[in-house]
Nanobody, 130 residues
Framework: QVQLVESGGGYVQDGGSLRVSCAASGSTFSFSSYTMGWFRQAPGKEREFVSVIRSRSSGSRTYYADSVKGRFTISRDTSKNTVYLQMNSLKPDDTAVYYC???????????????????WGHGTQVTVSS
């Protein structure tokens, strides 16, 4: 089993920045071998892909939704088993609950599909005021 705990959400004004974190743990969990993704869900909307960082064997490549490209940056610290999402130039449309997800070595065609991930955190609220 893998446990994911998000933190760092909060309230920020339009144009501001926040960094959310996801700490991963598990008795047999090999952090670097997992694909780590961020998804979000706004009130009344479906969950949507935000960003992903692939496993080390896949070059730790990163991908972003078009809506956040150039504003958000995903990274991972293997020494802390933690993945981060740095969010800059935040907009009110970014308001959502942000979820961290983990999947063992997902293929590229599946990384934007939430159903491909085996483990999920409980989410952290990000609110951007206008």
């Amino acid at each position: 089993q893998v446990q994911l705990v998000e933190s760092g959400g909060g309230y920020v004004q339009d144009g501001g920045s926040l960094r959310v974190s996801c700490a991963a743990s598990g008795s047999t969990f090999s952090f670097s071998s997992y694909t780590m993704g961020w998804f979000r869900q706004a009130p009344g909307k479906e969950r949507e892909f935000v960003s992903v960082i692939r496993s080390r064997s896949s070059g730790s490549r990163t991908y972003y939704a078009d809506s956040v490209k150039g504003r958000f940056t995903i990274s991972r610290d293997t020494s802390k088993n933690t993945v981060y999402l740095q969010m800059n130039s935040l907009k009110p449309d970014d308001t959502a609950v942000y979820y961290c997800a983990a999947g063992p070595g997902l293929i590229l065609s599946s990384v934007q599909n939430g159903g491909a991930y085996a483990y999920w955190g409980h989410g952290t609220q990000v609110t951007v005021s206008s």
